[in-house]
């Protein structure tokens, strides 16, 4: 049991834990009534963050690497067909731009959201190693993060 703790103690996380400050917020919905409402309150908090001497990025998500945040969707691979009765599915978070780099997350292949990533804007998803592999079955050390 002692080995297990410290193999989980010593696992790389895949973010970085120092230089980062968490907050949770929610916002009145009589204030906020609307997805466009929210979303303009969020882009103005991101760029108060990035603004304050010392902040090197910023950014939102709905929730934090680990806390047990645990909705599924499925989704379609073109060209392949899930195996009967199932489906293709995975955890999602939603995330700004600044997420990632907010935590330092390594990004390996592809590319991290941009402001350009907007409702109307073609639908982009960052994906992480572990459903590539499932999925796709080709991971290398050297390709751990894909968009």
């Known amino acids: 049991m002692l080995r297990s703790l410290l ?7 895949g973010f970085r834990q120092d ?11 009589t204030e906020y009534k609307t997805q466009e409402d929210a979303a303009k309150f969020v882009a103005q908090l991101v760029s108060s963050l990035e603004s304050l001497p ?8 709905s929730d934090l690497p680990w806390t047990g945040y645990d909705d599924n969707t499925s989704f379609t ?5 899930p ?27 592809g590319r991290f959201f941009t402001d350009g990533d907007e409702k109307d804007a073609p639908q982009v998803v960052i994906v992480n190693h572990a459903l590539v592999q499932r999925y796709w079955g080709h991971y290398t ?5 894909y968009a």
């Open 141 to 145: 050390k050297r390709q751990k993060s």
């Open 19 to 29: 230089h980062v400050l968490t907050a949770a917020l929610s916002l009145p919905h």
């Open 77 to 81: 691979i073109e060209g392949k067909q």
């Open 54 to 61: 010392g902040v090197q990025s910023a950014g939102l998500g």
């Open 83 to 109: 195996p009967p009765h199932e489906d293709f599915h995975g955890r999602y978070h939603m995330a700004t731009a600044g997420y990632f780099r907010a935590l330092g997350t390594p990004l390996l292949r």
């Open 7 to 13: 193999n989980i103690v010593h696992l790389d996380p």
